[in-house]
């Protein structure tokens, strides 16, 4: 029964992280709002030992630190509350599994599962739900990344998983997938007929997508250290991004015809050659004002994993020949901001040119995080009656979602995301050739880093990354949108 939604919802790794800031808070929203059956029970599961009672209180915490004020209603959170139980597991015994069957209780009416655990003990998980019946027809598994950290070891994950669950029941999470602002990106290309005809290497010069981030290692630091900027943000996040910028129209707006448009681009990604990559590590700095100590610091100890990249990407297509993707991402940059900026190509002939106008080739900056816009940014005459000449200026037209859409509720993602996996939704979520041809690439790039030693060049944090970084575009003629 694939679309049917579930009466059980079972949270594994209940008490992480994950967990208190984004799925308990996620799942509270979905009930405030009555989006989920008034019957579904909400199963969370962990190490540690707590009952019911125990994993209440634990959730009314995390509800009350990270729900904003306006959206806590006492009664509302009572009955969310009520539907939340909690049953102990070490997940690496299998034994365990059985006596997690048993207090989920009858789940032929549909179980989903969200699975954000260390990535060791998805193999016994999944091994564990098969043994006690947990993996039957009607159930589906939400996978949290990191699923491996190379295709070797994803492709492992995923043969463990496909050994228990078919594709339709796999869930596989990317959470910007989940951003109102990504979905948007699709409702701008194939809902308007005025940008699809330019979409191409007639109409663009190329695509900057920057995703940058003032925080630092966040008390990450074994998973960070060992994870680095190309595996935590472009493997997934960045490539989603580059694939649903790059892809051709589907036929429907369903997960075949999406997920299919989206694995032709990522199998089309060309090798990265040394001399189009940047791979940065932050020094010490001042970010928003106060001084911040360097990677080294914070990791308490010298590593050379990369806490930014930027990378010029190719898409082997007719539709994209010769049109660069500069992607770049990085931890303790100048701002917190995630943007796909479109560049066009000039005018072919400057008719003011001779009056003096000077023209500037339009730009389409789509800002996905913190502020929600689409500004395409045009050449206007400034008002007046041009005895001096013709002065051309660029200035905006601009969408701000946010205004136009000031009733609607702001969402995060793993709202939207929850509320699919219940109801079994597979578009806004990455099916396994996407994954493993994201993977190929990355994989590809990290042993050119090895064959040709790239070093980490540092940058101080608060800047835009390393000065190579600049160079990257600039050698191209070329500049970030800063
Ligand atoms: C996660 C990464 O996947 O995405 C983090 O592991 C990163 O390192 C986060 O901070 C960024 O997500 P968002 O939604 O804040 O842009």
Redesign the pocket.
Known sequence: MPNASSSALLLFGATGDLSRRMLLPSLYALHEDGLVDAGLRIVGTARSDMDDDGFRAFAKEALDEFLPADRKDETKLAGFLDRLHYHPLDASQIEGFAGLAEALGDTSEGLSIFLSTAPFLFEPTIEGLRRAGLAHDGVRIGLE?PLGNDLASSQRINDAVAAAFQERQIFRID??LG?ETVQNLMALRFANMMFEPLWNSAGIDHVQIT?S?T?GL?G?KGF?DDTGAMR??VQ??MLQLLALTAMEPPVDFDATSIRDEKVKVLRALRPVKAEEMVRGQYKAGAVKGGSVDGYADDLGDTSDTETFVAIKAHIESWRWQGVPFYLRTG?RLAERR?EIVIQFKGVPHNIFADRGGKLRANRLVIRL?PEEYVRLQVMAKEPGLDRGGVVLREVNLDLSLTTVFAKARRRI?YERLLLDLIEGEQTLFVRRDEVEAQWRWVDAIRKVWTAEGLDVKPYVAGSWGPNAAIALTERDGRSWND
């Open positions: 990344k959470h910007y951003k995703v981030e925080v966040e990450r960070y935590d943000m997934n996040h931890k995630s995080q993602a």
